[in-house]
T-cell receptor, first 114, second 114 residues
């Protein structure tokens, strides 16, 4: 299975600290995406990093991608209570014909304590 | 835009009954995806459409599941007959250009089969 695996499965930090979540996958990808899911809600797209990129920033989010290790990390700096959610990586390993093969990991549950 | 709209938000039904879940994608998005989320299996892709045509239904668990997209603004996922193991949250998502810019998810339908 190409399903990404996030690590850790659960993370609890104090407000203001940084949170780092990791994702590993098995086969070559076109891109990797990170999503957030608040309890009882749908997933929200956070950031996409292409296979030829190594690092990307968006506000307090920093994503890195190491294709040689088949892994990615999501860093949330200066965390807030509102960042409490589950975070998922999604790997796009579709073929060049445009057919989609996107699979999601099992997620990291982040709790930010005020 | 109101985003991806799913209905109903919650559905409780008895085993053996037919269940129909509905989705309205974002106008202009030419890809539509149906996902199922459970604690045990995480997010699973059931089927996706491109320009109203089913492209990959390999994730549909059984013949009891069927999905249609009669036009660009509406899709249904039907389960007939329903079973307790179908209990899950079902998400619809839509995207442009095959999801290369990320998906927009609906809020989901929580299905409980008793």
């Amino acid at each position: 299975s190409q399903q990404g695996e996030e690590d850790p499965q659960a993370l609890s930090i104090q407000e203001g600290e940084n949170a780092t979540m990791n994702c590993s996958y098995k086969t070559s990808i076109n891109n990797l995406q990170w999503y957030r899911q608040n309890s009882g809600r749908g997933l929200v797209h956070l950031i996409l990093i292409r296979s030829n990129e190594r690092e990307k920033h968006s506000g307090r989010l920093r994503v890195t991608l190491d294709t040689s290790k088949k892994s990615s990390s999501l860093l949330i700096t200066a965390s807030r209570a509102a960042d409490t959610a589950s975070y998922f990586c999604a790997t796009d390993w579709g073929d060049s014909g445009g057919y989609q093969k996107v699979t999601f990991g099992i997620g990291t549950k982040l709790q930010v304590i005020p | 835009d109101a985003g991806v709209i799913q209905s109903p938000r919650h559905e409780v039904t008895e085993m053996g009954q037919e269940v129909t879940l509905r989705c309205k994608p974002i106008s202009g998005h030419d890809y539509l995806f149906w996902y199922r989320q459970t604690m045990m299996r995480g997010l699973e892709l059931l089927i996706y459409f491109n320009n109203n045509v089913p492209i990959d239904d390999s994730g549909m668990p059984e013949d009891r599941f069927s999905a249609k997209m009669p036009n660009a603004s509406f899709s249904t996922l039907k389960i007939q007959p329903s079973e307790p193991r179908d209990s899950a949250v079902y998400f619809c998502a839509s995207s442009l250009v095959g999801g290369f810019l990320g998906y927009t998810f609906g809020s989901g339908t929580r299905l409980t089969v008793v």
